[in-house]
């Protein structure tokens, strides 16, 4: 099928590199001339996993992006919406974008008579396809429900595992208000493995919400418990490796430390806690989750502060800038307060990430930036692990060359070593 990605950041682009992988002849759409300059060029305007391979393979053959909405609309059968929806001021959810790329697919398809799906992939809460999304193309197109079709089908990757992810996906959700059109997204995926989810358009926006939040509350849970086991003097790990083999409770994402970043999980949550109180609904389960993900970073400098005192003019080596391993992405990434706070207190910062050193230059200019970990811990007086990359499990002799050597652990990564103090955040 011909297939159009309107947005090529990280959903769109692994999208539409995989959707050209399954044999669809795909389109990107961007207003950044750069990205489509880049995927024409097959250069992924991201870093993933497996997504170079991809796009070399198929760009220029059945991969192809342009700025262009009505050329795209014209070449594809199907239009998925994967522009970004942020935070806004209040930390409710930012629906200009897809409006805005709502009201441009409504502008291409009313020069269109063949019949289009305009299909949903961007996180909106529940309700934006049906009273968003939907009207707003039928106000630009001239053209009711039934004379086009409409979709919802959340995306689940991670980021870093992208590719794999959307190639073995767990689940597949569409939610559609027809059979057509729910029938057409669903065919796009007949190439995987994977038993297709059908609903409609709400449910499928609150499936990927409850998901989210879900697995926000696992990780916010285990910070709990680290907290308060680490005043006890108790290993938290070993208490929840205990824990996760219930299997009502499951392994994953018990790992306490410096909490959740990303660009899904911390707006994910809020923009639910900002839906349920539109509504009259108080999420106090969710407020906490989001209050005590918010007090981890400023726990590893208190345990600094209690550690080392004043930090004014001491060198602080921050090893991991990425809100997790294997991605170039800041977004809410836990180093960031955690730096602002160093700064605040008159320390001096010395980052090192093996991919995301450019990014965070965006946010703190002023800061100094390593070309290894080693670079970093030079002369410092102490280090704070923020990332689990894994050439960070390896360093060894490299944390000699600090001045003092101090290390809080906020990912439970390194393995205590002699002539180290060691300090988990939660352990
Ligand atoms: P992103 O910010 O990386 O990419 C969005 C892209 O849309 C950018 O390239 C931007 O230039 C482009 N864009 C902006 N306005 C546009 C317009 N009017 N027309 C065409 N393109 C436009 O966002 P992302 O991380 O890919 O996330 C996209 C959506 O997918 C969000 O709703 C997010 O919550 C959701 N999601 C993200 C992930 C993830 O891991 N990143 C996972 C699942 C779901």
Known sequence: MKISVIGTGYVGTVSAACFAELGHEVVCVDVDRSKIDQINAGIPPIYEDGLPE???????????????????????????????????????????????????????LRKKKDYHVIVVKSTVVPETTEKVVMPMIEKRSGKHTGE?????????????????????????????????????????????????????????????????????????????????????GIDTYEVMSAVGKDFRIGKHFLNAGAGFGGSCFPKDVKALIGKAQEIGYEPLLLKSVIAVNERQPGRMVLLLKNRLGDLRGKKIAVLGLAFKNDTDDIRESRSIPVIKELLDNGASVFAYDPMANENMRKLFGGIQYSGSAEDALRGADACLVMTEWEEFKMLDKEFEVMRNRLIIDGRHMLTPRKNIEYMGLCW
Not at 54 to 70: C, E, I, M, N, W
């Open 54 to 108: 991809l796009l070399r393979k198929h760009a220029g053959k059945r991969l192809s992006a342009t700025p262009d909405y009505d050329f795209a609309v014209v070449n594809s059968d199907v239009s998925f919406i994967c522009v970004g929806t942020p935070s806004d001021s209040h930390g409710n959810i930012d629906l200009g974008i897809v409006k805005a790329a709502s009201s441009s697919l409504g502008d291409s």
């Open 148 to 232: 086009f079709g409409i979709a919802m089908n959340p995306e689940f990757l991670r980021e870093g595992k992208a590719v794999h992810d959307f190639m073995h996906p767990d689940k597949i959700v569409v939610g559609s208000l027809d059979k057509r059109s729910g029938d057409i997204v669903a065919s796009l995926y007949s190439g995987l493995n994977c038993e297709v989810t059908r609903t409609n358009p709400r449910t499928a926006e609150m499936i990927k919400y409850a998901n989210n939040a879900f697995l926000a509350t696992k990780i916010s849970y285990a910070n709990e418990v680290g907290n308060i086991c680490k005043q006890l």
